[in-house]
């Protein structure tokens, strides 16, 4: 083969292939429309629908946000608003797939496929979407509320509720994300839904001490506290013998958006009425007996 024939091929491959690019991008037939204003109509589509979901999601944050007699529980409404976003893109996805010609008649069949496999490797992510939804629909608790998950296993301020897991801020402010099935499966404290909760105080006196007189001074305090509720009445008991202590329980209901406050003030009240009233808080006492004397040595050790 001569040069010029091979320089000829070349150039006639070139030509080919040119004008079938040319064809399909420009060329349309008599039911079709040329590929490029199917491309750049998908573009504008694309960019149009992107535009559009973000618009419509924060008008709907905004009616969320403003008409409370809509849905009242914040939790809900952030569920709504993520389960709205993917449907949401993902339809559009599938609308720019048909403008640009692709093949859709298989999509069932391997959608459904797909949902075999997915569940068969992914169910533990679905039992935690659908706890989310028992979370959702039982109302254990709703964002703002301070739970407790487990008796210890997590206890702070609920922050959201997703598709797979529960965010929980702490006291110390970090953040800790539960999935939705281990709440589910626990026993649930939630000390926000109800607006009173009982205060109790725990104190270890001397059992030398006057039982009456220091439950006369806890109920006096508990009584003399306007943000101690006198409904139901303060009450003070003996609850328990220690090796070196009797214990003697105070206890009293408060609002519960103030109980830590009213909490460490009785105790400091508590402090302060005890030493006024020289009554004893004891510690650990070991007596020890001499062999070499009848006499009884007592060491206390504080």
Do not use: H
Request: contains cysteine; charged residues 20%; glycine residues 4%.
């Amino acid at each position: 083969m001569s040069w010029n024939e091979f320089w000829t091929k070349v150039g006639e491959a070139f030509k080919s292939t040119w004008s079938e690019l040319g064809n399909f991008w420009f060329g349309g037939g008599d039911n079709t429309s040329p590929y490029i204003a199917n491309f750049v109509f998908a573009i504008l589509v694309l960019i149009f629908g992107y535009f559009l979901i973000k618009l419509f999601l924060k008008l709907l944050r905004k009616i969320f946000k403003i008409d409370k007699k809509i849905i009242k529980e914040k939790t809900i409404k952030s569920f709504i608003l993520n389960t709205l976003k993917v449907v949401l893109y993902f339809g559009l996805c599938l609308i720019v797939l048909a403008i640009l010609r692709v093949n859709l008649s298989g999509f069932a069949e391997i959608f459904s496929s797909a949902i075999l496999a997915i569940g068969l490797s992914l169910q533990d992510v679905i039992s935690n979407f659908a706890s989310g939804i028992i979370i959702l629909s039982s109302k254990p608790f709703v964002i703002g509320d301070y739970v407790n998950i487990g008796n210890g296993i997590c206890e702070g301020t609920v922050v959201s509720v997703k598709f797979l897991v529960t965010c929980i801020e702490t006291v110390d402010k970090q953040n800790i994300t539960l999935p939705n099935k281990t709440i589910t499966s626990s026993v649930v404290m939630n000390y926000t839904q109800n607006p009173l909760r009982r205060l109790r105080i725990d104190i270890g006196v001397d059992y030398d001490t006057d039982v009456s007189k220091v439950k006369e001074i806890l109920i006096d305090l508990a009584n003399n506290d306007n943000r101690i509720l006198l409904e139901p009445t303060p009450v003070a008991y003996l609850t328990a013998f220690q090796a070196s202590s009797i214990n003697i329980s105070l206890r009293c209901f408060v609002p519960n958006e103030i109980y830590w406050t009213v909490y460490f003030d009785m105790n400091e009240k508590i402090f302060s009425a005890f030493k006024k009233n020289n009554i004893q808080i004891p510690f650990n006492r070991i007596v020890v007996s001499s062999k070499n004397s009848n006499d009884l040595l007592i060491r206390e050790d504080k």
